[in-house]
């Protein structure tokens, strides 16, 4: 047989760990480009370089080739240079260049929204118009022809646009094919009008109307639109988002017309980052054979958030973006009754401003059963999956989700709704069988997540010797990227070999 073809494989990407995150798409934007290069692939990513990324850190260096190139936005001539690094890890080091433009990128710590206001940025068009022009004159400035370029989330949406339309007769750029990745359909980038003349699209493009949707411009929908092939991050999900229309925030008409091109493909998660016997930023790394060392974390988790630590009762994790689609208002409603329970509730994350004033006022009231850290930290979700001993997320809609993985591995069980990612990765416990890994609720209702709750607190406080089946049968779990790299590639494969 003959060895497998190898790609080139040119990563867009808003963020990627370590260097910057928000939130899972830095996670699968540091791993799969890893994972591909270690199969042998060519990948080279390019984010923006915020000015939250430390250039010291990260040996980010000047290349004088890619230095002072220029584009326009609108009538508007903008200078930007793409420095470079690299991504290290255990067994890949991918190449990184950063997207160096002072005004739109450097001069602001946060990724999109304005931290005074909590606004989205008035000019993140115009910042990731930047973002999707840049990589047309890499490729020419380095003569490094990807076979794929695959981008994702609105922040990438009009790099296929540019790439069928404005740079299509580049020399070398007509067998390039372009794979989009649905992340989060909940944010697509909505922009005025005017947007369209900044984008200097429309005299390429047939008809406007790709790129406008409720009378905006519409960075997602122009993604779905003009992408050879688009796929989301589970298998549930791309079925879910083709066939209910409130799954498709908007865009289900789009999407049904791209029907047969999109894929789902469930992500992996970093072994080497999130592994509990390696865990650097936990109290005490532990395994299947060394469960009890899982109470070190515990006790430490307790102690951070206020806590006194009691063996007996079960801490309940949560990290999350805090809004609606993450299942936060129904948490709100549901929570006294939660907390009548003997548990702990601990909870990490950002989002929704209004959400973020209850759960934090929630913490003042009820602050010998609930505690809460609105923001973000790393090593602090490291000790939330350690310590906790159940994970909560009961997501309205979930493209993937990565923190149930993660809790499986740690033996932290998950208590879920059936949607998504979730739905792919979660198997509910069969109490006859001794089968399954965690706790799942299929409508989206309050009753139903009380009583999934009880379940398992019920389990925990009267059946050690089940619990620790439950929480053995996810740590067996092996979430590696291996087997959705392969998919990837195969996807690759696809678009490559089609005409
Ligand atoms: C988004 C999705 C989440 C997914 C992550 C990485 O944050 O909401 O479900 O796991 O992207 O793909």
């Not at 990807?146 to 009009?158: A, K, S």
């Not at 009961?394 to 208590?415: A, D, F, R, W």
Request: proline share 3%.
């Amino acid at each position: 047989m003959p060895p497998a073809k190898k790609y080139k494989i040119l990563y867009i990407t808003s963020e990627v760990v370590p260097f910057i995150k928000t939130g899972g798409l830095a996670d699968v934007s540091s791993a799969l480009p890893q994972k591909l290069q270690e199969m042998g692939h060519q990948v080279r990513i390019v984010v923006p370089k915020y000015g939250a990324i430390d250039e010291r850190k990260y040996k980010i260096h000047e290349v004088v080739r890619l230095k002072d190139l220029t584009t326009f936005i609108g009538e508007k001539e903008v200078t930007f240079s793409l420095r470079s690094s690299f991504l290290v890890g255990q067994k890949a080091r991918v190449q990184i260049y950063f997207l160096d433009n002072q005004e739109y990128f450097g001069s602001r710590h946060s990724l999109y929204t304005d931290p005074i206001t909590g606004e989205m940025f008035k000019d993140n068009n115009e910042r990731f118009i930047l973002l999707s022009k840049s990589i047309f004159e890499l490729i020419n400035r380095l003569g490094w022809i990807p076979d794929i370029i695959h981008c994702n989330d609105w922040q990438c949406g009009l790099v296929p646009v540019y790439l069928k339309t404005q740079f299509k007769d580049e020399p070398g750029f007509e067998n390039i094919k372009c794979l989009y990745t649905i992340h989060n359909l909940a944010y697509q980038g909505e922009y005025p009008k005017s947007t369209l003349h900044k984008t200097g699209l429309s005299e390429f493009i047939k008809n406007d109307s790709d790129l406008i949707e409720n009378g905006k411009v519409n960075f997602m929908k122009a993604g779905i639109l003009y992408a050879d092939t688009i796929n989301t991050v589970s298998e549930t999900y791309a079925k879910e988002l083709c066939k209910y229309p409130e799954y498709g925030e908007g865009l289900h008409e789009v999407l049904l017309k791209r029907k047969k091109d999109i894929f789902g493909i469930v992500n992996g998660i970093d072994d080497a980052v999130w592994n509990p016997l390696k865990d650097k930023q936990i109290e005490k790394k532990y395994s299947l054979k060394t469960l009890e060392d899982k109470e070190e974390n515990k006790k430490a988790l307790a102690e951070k958030f206020g806590f006194d630590y009691d063996p007996e009762v079960p801490i309940i994790g949560m990290i999350s973006r805090i809004d609606s689609n993450k299942g936060f208002d129904l948490i709100k409603k549901a929570f006294n009754e939660i907390l009548k329970m003997n548990i702990r509730l601990v909870l990490l994350g950002t989002g929704d401003k209004k959400l973020h004033s209850f759960f934090q006022e929630a913490s003042v009231s009820k602050s010998s059963k609930f505690s809460c850290y609105i923001g973000f930290d790393e090593e602090l979700a490291h000790l939330i999956e350690a310590g906790s001993d159940m994970f909560l997320m009961p997501s309205k809609i979930e493209p993937c989700g990565l923190n149930q993985m993660y809790s499986l591995v740690y033996g932290t069980v998950p208590i879920v709704r059936e949607t998504g990612g979730l739905a792919d990765t979660v198997v509910r416990f069969d109490e006859k069988t001794g089968n399954g890994n965690g706790f799942v609720f299929k409508k989206y209702e309050k009753e139903d997540l009380v009583k999934e709750i009880k379940k398992a607190v019920k389990i925990y406080s009267t059946d050690k010797k089940k619990w620790q089946k439950i929480m053995k049968n996810g740590m067996k779990l092996d979430f590696g990227w291996l087997s959705s790299s392969k998919n990837y590639v195969e996807l690759y494969k696809k678009m490559v070999t089609s005409k």
